[in-house]
């Protein structure tokens, strides 16, 4: 009976008998436990190792591949602007010019030399500059005197000035004689205010002085075309008369001022005259006074 006994009190020695020779089930299990972390720790460290390796093999070839990047960056800026680029022509000198012949002149046939003549330009004085405005102004009023000629010639009313009878009163000095000749008196007659001098007709007639119109009309009654001119002669108020003028020769209107010797019209017989003649009267400080002895005594 004894030797069959299995009851269960004997395990315990059995099993400590066993715990001498071998690790029991649950030492085994935690000796499990207690190496995975110890070899956790070592997996990372291998892929910690592994990491390192691969991030030095892969240095390399970031560098290459960055330096590749900044290399075509470059080249795509680079590039169109070498495009645009053109280099300066080479700069040529005056010599290389004059020996390639690149400046001509060309002048035309027909262009000539002139030469400039001493007569264009002079120094003059005072008095010669005065002497030039004079005479200036007296060819300006033959000038007018003609063209008013040659405008009443047109309408039929007035004569072309004889050939070398001057267009400017002959003579010098305040006072001229109205006419550049004449041939003979008129007759006197009873009431016969002025003096005729016979002329043909287109005579010029000029004024006695320098003075105003103070009449320019083609109604003068008996005296026909009549202009009449006021001066001041040496302090003295003189009226000059001129009747029988050719229709459309007046060159003076009333309230213009003339000069000494200035055309005013023609020699005619307007109004009431027997041939053609210059009807002159002269009026000094409001007294009728011999036409020719005063002229005699005043006219240069």
């Given at each position: 009976?004894?030797?069959?006994?299995?009851?269960?009190?004997?395990?315990?020695?059995?099993?400590?008998?066993?715990?001498?020779?071998?690790?029991?089930?649950?030492?085994?299990?935690?000796?499990?436990?207690?190496?995975?972390?110890?070899?956790?720790?070592?997996?990372?460290?291998?892929?910690?190792?592994?990491?390192?390796?691969?991030?030095?093999?892969?240095g390399p070839l970031r560098s290459v591949l960055t330096i590749a990047a900044v290399t075509g960056l470059v080249a795509t800026v680079a590039l169109p602007a070498y495009a645009a680029f053109s280099p300066e022509e080479a700069t040529t000198t005056m010599e290389q010019l004059a020996a390639d012949g690149a400046q001509t002149l060309v002048v035309a046939s027909e262009v000539q030399g002139s030469d400039l003549s001493r007569s264009s330009y002079a120094a003059t004085t005072p008095d010669e500059i005065a002497k030039k405005k004079a005479e200036e102004a007296a060819a300006a009023a033959a000038a007018a005197a003609a063209a008013a000629r040659t405008q009443a010639a047109s309408s039929g009313g007035s004569y072309a000035v004889p050939a070398g009878v001057p267009l400017v009163a002959p003579g010098s000095g305040i006072v001229r004689r109205p006419l550049p000749y004449f041939n003979n008196f008129g007759a006197p007659y009873a009431g016969h205010r002025g003096t005729d001098y016979m002329v043909e007709r287109g005579t010029p007639i000029y004024s006695v002085a320098d003075g105003v119109v103070t009449t320019s009309t083609d109604g003068g009654g008996a005296l026909g075309v009549t202009v009449t001119i006021m001066h001041n002669i040496n302090g003295h108020a003189v009226q000059s008369v001129y009747g029988h003028m050719l229709g459309g020769s007046r060159t003076v209107s009333a309230g213009q001022t003339v000069s000494a010797g200035q055309m005013i019209g023609q020699v005619s017989d307007t109004g009431r005259a027997f041939g053609t003649h210059l009807h002159l009267m002269i009026h000094v400080d409001g007294t009728r006074v011999d036409a020719e002895g005063w002229l005699v005594a005043n006219a240069g």
């Open positions: 009976m004894a030797d069959n006994d299995n009851t269960p009190a004997s395990a315990p020695d059995a099993a400590g008998s066993d715990l001498g020779r071998r690790p029991s089930r649950w030492q085994a299990t935690k000796r499990a436990w207690a190496s995975r972390p110890q070899r956790a720790s070592k997996a990372v460290v291998a892929s910690s190792s592994v990491a390192r390796i691969e991030s030095k093999r892969r």
